[in-house]
């Protein structure tokens, strides 16, 4: 069966730290990757997502970028961290039309 | 910006109620998917539906579909407790490129 891990659990960086977030998906190949972060209390907000390795869209122009070294290893960085980079961050596999998500990082920026 | 936009934002029930929430969207869709997240957890995989369906069953759970009103209903019949959690609808673009755009999500409160 597939599973999908996501590490931390939660993350409290001060401004201006680098970040690294990894996901790495298990039981499948070729997976669609993505990362959303979620605000409290609201919506997710699409970030980057993969059709394969080596290969990114970026929606969101902003302090972060991914990427995908191996075919099921997502990583989200970001070289110096924004108090508005706070959030619930969210990783997701998907082989077809249904998702799955990771457990999530919750990361705040002090 | 956010595709779809889920009403109302919050709902508040007894246990025993029919729970619904919907879902509106801008622009054409390949499908419509509904999640569910528990405070402070990932999101899990309810139901789709596709662009040319109307109607979608999954135990407790019917999904409509409007696709010339843009919109979505999600109903929970005899919602229990533990339906307790947030619900999204996500839409999937005609572009076909497994890209899904959430909406800002229904917290749902189901009081025992």
């Known amino acids: 069966s597939q599973t999908i891990h996501q590490w931390p659990a939660t993350l409290v960086q001060p401004v201006g730290s680098p970040l690294s977030l990894e996901c790495t998906v298990e039981?499948?190949?070729?997976?669609?990757l993505y990362w959303y972060r979620q605000a409290a209390g609201r919506g997710l907000q699409l970030l980057f997502y993969?059709?394969?390795?080596?290969?990114i869209s970026s929606e969101v122009p902003q302090n972060l970028s991914a990427s995908r070294p191996q075919d099921r290893q997502f990583i989200l960085s970001s070289k110096k961290l924004l108090l508005s980079d706070s959030g619930f961050y969210l990783c997701?596999?998907?082989?077809?039309?249904?998702?799955?998500f990771g457990p999530g990082t919750r990361l705040t920026v002090t | 910006s956010q595709q779809g936009e889920e009403d109302p934002q919050a709902l508040s029930i007894q246990e025993g109620e029919n729970a619904t929430m919907n879902c509106s969207y801008k622009?054409?869709?390949?499908?419509l998917q509904w999640y569910r997240q528990n405070s402070g957890r990932g999101l899990v995989h309810l139901i789709l539906i596709r662009s040319n369906e109307r109607e979608k069953h999954s135990g407790r759970l019917r999904v409509t579909l409007d696709t010339s009103k843009k919109s979505s209903s999600l109903l929970i019949t005899a919602s229990r407790a533990a339906d307790t959690a947030s619900y999204f609808c996500a839409t999937e673009t005609t572009s076909g490129t497994y890209k899904y755009i959430f909406g800002t999500g229904t917290r749902l409160k189901v009081l025992a």
């Open positions: 039981g499948t190949s070729n997976p669609n």
């Open positions: 622009t054409s869709i390949n499908n």
């Open positions: 993969s059709v394969g390795i080596g290969q």
């Open positions: 997701a596999w998907a082989d077809s039309y249904e998702q799955y």
